[in-house]
């Protein structure tokens, strides 16, 4: 069974940090670029950041750029976020996502193989 399973979320202080981490099971972790995708309350998804297959190139939105730092761990099957100088427009659902092949950017949801169930960001003083 393939499993996505997002942690690490939670409520922080503008300015403040937090890591996000997304487990994968089920399938090949290097056969896949993983995304971070995230909806605020009210709006659609809007794309973060993605790192390649094996994690040679990342890529950021312009709205997390020099704040958000992707990452993974290969002998982990795992997936990071880490999130500085957070701000309360960073607030949102947070879903990891795997594919094998997609446009980067793309918030087309089947564009995806794969999607976790979410971990809640809270920016707020």
């Known amino acids: 069974e393939v499993q996505l399973v997002e942690s690490g979320g939670g409520l922080v202080q503008p300015g403040g940090s937090l890591r996000l981490s997304c487990a994968a099971s089920?399938?090949?972790?290097?056969?896949?670029?993983m995304s971070w995708v995230r909806q605020a309350p009210g709006k659609g998804l809007e794309w973060v950041s993605e790192?390649?297959?094996?994690?040679?190139?990342?890529a950021y939105s312009d709205s997390v750029k020099g704040r958000f730092t992707i990452s993974q761990d290969n002998a982990k099957n795992t997936a990071y976020l880490q999130m500085n100088s957070l701000k309360p427009e960073d607030t949102g659902m947070y879903y990891c996502?795997?594919?094998?092949?997609?446009?980067?950017?793309?918030?087309?949801?089947?564009?995806?193989?794969?999607w976790g169930q979410g971990t809640q960001v809270t920016v707020s003083s």
């Open positions: 790192i390649s297959m094996g994690g040679s190139w990342t």
């Open positions: 996502a795997a594919a094998r092949f997609c446009p980067v950017g793309t918030v087309v949801a089947g564009a995806y193989n794969y």
């Open positions: 089920g399938f090949t972790f290097r056969s896949k670029s």
